[in-house]
């Protein structure tokens, strides 16, 4: 292969280049963990009955994951529990050792906006929240919440929402991204109106059993395909949110795409404008190109980098996107996990560099 | 006057099929009957309403009757502007799209019937595909073999999105005939919605039922090549209609990076994603859906690396460009006799035997 590297010469400490990692995964020990946020009536609920989700298994997923607990073997604590969830080892293992100067926590293990019954779900997306904030951010001040919402009753995202606004260790709104409808729908718009009203961008990482396949050809056998397909199914959401104007009406809304990769996203651009052509009449409320929208309300996380044969593609494919749309993120510590010294195959000056590995990150969450 | 077309193969003109009701001479007294008692005739596709303006382009809407309707429209619009030397017909017929797969088999092999009648035996410059209810194998495998010994039917024609993924292992009957009668599988899109048409439910819009495509399409060839497909056929050709290329890139570097982290899961898959992509995949040139910029369309070409993946056509009378500027602005010209004429004859075997 004809890849280069970052070269990693020794700098000194005030040039360094801090990194800013827009994905990090805290795990919880345990389910039961959950009941020190809980009221007696939800713990007793989650006891007898747990999260009920829209597939097949309680506690694993019909496609079996690449490695245990989906995470890089070295990751798992010395003193036990799964990764992600001792903050020391965290620390000694990724914040320290990469220099990261923020990382933005995506809780994904247990969430509420998956989970059928909708009390039960509100509770474990303010247990979510309340739980980032006692065991990680007032802890550790590099680490940044985002506010879990149970975002298939808007009205209770948006209360979820109002109870952490203001608070300096939370910095964006997170839902899945395979809810039960796609995102741009008008049932989810009193969330966007409160997180535009807030000024907190919404983190949307690769996330969701909503009972629809993972792309439109129906379900394919096996993870090799369904991992793929996570790209394919952020695609139809941006297009969603594009399509119902969810830019036109909340202008200074910010979206974070997370863990999706962005070799799609020209591409997306290029093919909404080419059936634009012909079928604008049907979106009279887009004011622009749909193609212009991704270029002024989404940003895209990195991870995992795209890998061309040629590296000088990359640069070209950053080219299209625009440099000041990437974020960097690692996704530590899941087994597909990006390190911010090799991830990119391809040379970046300074600038560019300082640009996606943290001041694009600083501009978007007003760091 | 010789056009920059001059010869071409246009792999994609879509003939309009007004409805069961025209089939009825090419259906048996049982489907007759139940065509008739039940009041069965129009079967037009969701994705493609008629007053739509994607589905028929201004000045190829005739005042009376369907777009795409007649052998002389076509002939007018589609072969003589573009001084096309042959066509190859791909009817968007809703057929396969039914629960019953008798009745979708009855009408499938009526609609191969009324092309037959009504439009190859009027064009000589015309070949078809063969519509087969891609929901039951083993009706679309009988559909196959009726019709291959007559080789101006030249592919297989399956919705984009079906029942199942292609690959999976309840359709291997399908590729397996496919590949012994040298016959391209080529999807459109056309949908029988038995999933939501993406990982999010149901979008509201037209245009974006169109535009999330691309990755239905996507998800095809990962089950092709994830199952195991191509290493199982290694003849068997894929023909995406409408899929545009732009995202082809990623998904051959997506797909490769994965596989390398994943190939234990798929053993039988014994060459690289992007490898499988340029030998069996090739893709209709409307919509191209590049970079804005012309320039930038042979770096695209570049990523995706390699010169046999476009196929020419007009995709009529669906609108994709106007006049008669059906070739992508900026191909590099080594690939326009590629693009025109020998990409196809290279993908269609068929083809190959009666053309010279």
Redesign the interface.
Known sequence: MSATTLPRPEVPAQARLRVIDCDVHPAMRSGAELDRWLSPRWQQHRKEYGLRLRQPFTSTYPYPKAAPALSRRDSWPPTGGPPGSDLAFMREQHLDFHDIEYGMLQPLSVRGMDERVQGFAEAVSTAVNQWQHDDWTSKDKRLKGTIAVAGEDAKAAVKEIERWAGHPDFVQVSMVTRALEPLGRSRYWPIYEAAEHYGLPLGLHTLGTSGHSVAGGGWPSFYYEEHQAVAMSLSAMVASFIMEGVPERFPALKMVIVEGGFGWVPSLGWRMDSHYHALRSEVPHLRRKPSEYLKSNFWFTTQPVEEPEKPEHLRKLIDWIGWDRLLFATDYPHWDSDDPRYAFKCQMSEAEKRGIFAGNAKAVYGL | MTVSTQGAIDVDLHPALPGCMTLLPYLDDHWRDEIIGRGLDDLDLSLWPRG???TARPDWRPEAGLAGGTVELLRAQALEPFGTGIGILNPLFGAPALHNVDLAAALCRATNDWVAKEWLDKEPRLRASILVPVDSPELAVQEIERRAGDKRFVQVLVL?????????RVNWPILEAAERHGMPIALQIA?SL???????????????D???????????L??LI??GAFSRHPKLKVVLLNA?I??V??FL???????R???R??PWVDRSP?EIFREHVRISCQ??????DPA?LA?LL??I?SDDVLLFSTDWPH??FDGTDAIPPGLPDRLRPRLLRENALATYPRLRETVQ
């Not at chain 2, 169109?210 to 095809?220: D, E, G, K, R, Y």
């Open positions: 739509a303006a994607l984009g999105a079906g029942e199942t993924l292609l690959g999976r949908s038995r999933v939501s048409p993406t990982a999010n439910g149901w979008p509201s819009y037209l245009i974006e169109h535009v999330n495509f691309a990755q239905t399409f996507q998800s095809q990962l089950s994830a199952e545009g732009g995202w890139p990623s570097w997506r797909g490769t990076k994965e596989w982290a994943l190939r899961e798929v992007a919509p191209i859906d590049a970079p804005p930038d770096t570049e990523m690396g609108w994709r």
